[in-house]
């Protein structure tokens, strides 16, 4: 059985930086396309960043510069290294295993909270 | 960039059919996927390429496409389908992933 289980997320101060994991199960990381899709409260879904089966990654615009994407094989796990965080990031991070039509799984999310 | 533009909110009479729609530019190259999201949950798949379903998503759910425009269906709309549906499609970069703002339907 597929899972994805974020953790990592929490309160931080504007300025501040934050790394969130998602444990896989069920599958290869490795093998897969990995994405981070964000939520904000009460708004819609944003693509955050992806990292391919070879490694390669990419990511949106308003994160770009301060957010890396990471996995590790041996531990089946995906990272997301959160810098310079603003209360424009506060929102629940979800982490999704990815096809290239469409993401076929999620996990529950974590929330970050970005105050002072 | 490219982004993808629906409805805010639709609402359906129980048993009916509704249409939830999303266009964009990015549509004319690459299908949608359809992700529905009840309160408090995760999204959860399902609509992908032409007109496929995950495993367990009832045949009430298709999807179509023309043009720029990518469409939803739910014939004979139930209570359990009230909920967010996102639609979604790599952008004309070919490098990024979008999001529609999301419809709230209503039954």
């Known amino acids: 059985e597929v899972q994805l289980v974020e953790s990592g997320g929490g309160l931080i101060q504007p300025g501040g930086s934050l790394r969130l994991s998602c444990a896989a199960s069920?599958?290869?990381?490795?093998?897969?396309?990995m994405s981070w899709v964000r939520q904000a409260p009460g708004k819609g879904l944003e693509w955050v960043s992806v990292?391919?089966?070879?490694?390669?990654?990419n990511y949106a615009d308003s994160v770009k510069g301060r957010f890396t994407i990471s996995r590790d094989n041996s531990k089946n796990t995906l990272y997301l290294e959160m810098n310079s965080l603003s209360a424009e990031d506060t929102a629940v991070y979800y982490c999704?295993?990815?096809?290239?039509?469409?993401?076929?799984?999620w996990g529950q999310g974590t929330l970050v909270t970005v105050s002072s | 960039s490219s982004e993808l533009t629906q409805d805010p909110a639709v609402s359906v009479a129980l048993g009916q059919t509704v249409r939830i729609t999303c266009q964009g530019d990015s549509l004319r190259r690459y299908y949608a996927s359809w992700y529905q999201q009840k309160p408090g949950q995760a999204p959860v798949l399902i609509i992908y390429?032409?007109?496929n379903r995950p495993s367990g998503i009832p045949d009430r759910f298709s999807g179509s496409s023309s043009g720029n425009t990518a469409s939803l269906t739910i014939t004979g709309a139930q209570a359990e389908d009230e909920a967010d549906y996102y639609c979604?499609?790599?952008?004309?970069?070919?490098?990024?992933?979008?999001f529609g703002g999301g419809t709230k339907l209503t039954v």
């Open positions: 999704a295993r990815q096809e290239d039509w469409g993401f076929d799984y």
């Open positions: 390429g032409k007109n």
């Open positions: 990292i391919y089966g070879g490694g390669a990654t």
């Open positions: 069920g599958f290869t990381v490795s093998s897969h396309y």
């Open positions: 979604n499609s790599r952008d004309s970069s070919h490098n990024h992933w979008v």
